[in-house]
């Protein structure tokens, strides 16, 4: 099995995207080091954050030993979470098929889920117009990707499995932190049991306990930049 020495770097806020990383990294039981980005401060824009996300975009990661034990920089939170899942060899099944599964409910949650549920939550409670056509379209939108997981959820607790692709892996992690807040979407208490069953039993495993629980610190600008100058030498 893989290990790791020095801990992998960070680029993190508190976000459902954010999130992910952290319970994969609680949930491999790697050690990390967190670069807070503080987006309302614009943190986001920096050239040293531009270094590792060019899409300007957390989350992000630098893994000192990566390929060949060199330095690599990853954003985008569904590569993050393949590369940390075929790295350490967990969460990611153990066939072809099964990640075939996973891959497939891991880009349902970066393509659609989490960006019709963010334009929801942007057009009911963020823009400066109202407008209702695009409050009623990603309300629904959002409402309807809430009943094709609970339908997952329900074939595979027939197939006597408790997680999204089977088995708990990287599509559960995607998932868990944009569907906490359900209610929020036009989903009712109890419409969804199977759902909301897993959301219970996932938010219940000890390693999302603690990455729920990361604190969000500002740490000092010369660390960031020092290791970004660092990396940019690689």
């Known amino acids: ?13 508190p976000t459902p995207n954010g999130r992910k990383i952290t319970i994969a990294l609680e949930e491999l039981d790697v050690p990390y080091k967190i670069h807070p980005i503080d987006i309302g ?8 954050f531009l270094a590792v996300s060019p899409n300007n975009k957390i989350p992000a990661i630098v893994d000192p030993e990566g390929p060949d034990g060199n330095p690599i920089s990853i954003f985008e939170s569904g590569a993050i979470l393949k590369y940390l899942a ?15 599964k996973i891959d497939e409910w891991l880009f349902w949650q970066v393509g659609g889920f989490g960006p019709m549920l963010g334009q929801s939550n942007h057009f009911s409670r963020y823009a400066k117009e109202k407008i ?3 409050i009623e379209r990603y309300k629904n939108e959002g409402h309807r990707l809430f009943r094709v997981l609970d339908t997952q959820l329900q ?23 944009w569907a906490q807040n ?11 049991p199977t759902f909301e069953a897993w959301l219970k039993r996932f938010g219940e495993r000890p390693a999302v306990v ?3 629980a ?14 970004a100058t660092m990396f940019n030498q690689r």
Request: hydrophobic share 35%.
């Open 1 to 13: 099995m893989t290990t790791q020495n020095q801990p992998i770097e960070l680029y993190y806020t």
């Open 214 to 227: 990361v604190k969000f610190e500002k740490t000092p600008v010369d660390a960031d930049k020092a290791h």
């Open 210 to 212: 603690r990455a729920l």
């Open 86 to 100: 075929e790295k350490f060899g967990k969460f990611y099944g153990t066939s072809w098929a099964e990640r075939v």
């Open 182 to 192: 359900y209610l929020n979407y036009g989903v009712e208490a109890g419409e969804f």
């Open 41 to 48: 401060a614009g943190d986001q824009f920096t050239p040293e």
């Open 132 to 134: 209702p056509y695009a």
């Open 155 to 177: 074939k595979m607790q027939d197939a006597g499995k408790d997680y999204v692709a089977g088995d708990v892996s990287i599509a559960d992690f995607a998932i868990f932190d």
